[in-house]
């Protein structure tokens, strides 16, 4: 049985509009997946987020094509050492997920001007020190 033409735009439409969120900065990162996932807040609130998941595909950098429009970032089980500035145009970011790659230093992490971030996965680094106010800046965290 087909589909009653009058459900089917309407249907269509909300799949474009879940999508266009990453698409407007950029394509997806090649080899990621990019789409709205359920998010729950720390206060374990439902929310759907604009997601980038970059898991385990060996990187050694940052994507520099993210969307501005990210909101879960997920870079887990990588060989990332440091950022280069990539992060800086993430103004919407709330999730980061940076644990298992080989980040040495807080500096080398890069986490300036991340207002809206309240989570944050660094295990598994090789962190091992925290210096005085190096998270001071993350208020949501």
Known sequence: ???SPLLWPPLGWLCVGLLLPLVRGGECPRLCVCEVRPWFT????YREAATVDCNDLRLTHIPSNLSSDTQVLLLQSNSIAHTSGELEALFNLTELDLSQNNFSTMEAVGLANMNQLTTLHLEENQISQLPDHCLQDLSNL
């Not at 720390?42 to 609130?45: F, K, L, N, V």
């Open 1 to 3: 049985m087909a589909p």
């Open 42 to 45: 720390p206060q374990s609130t």
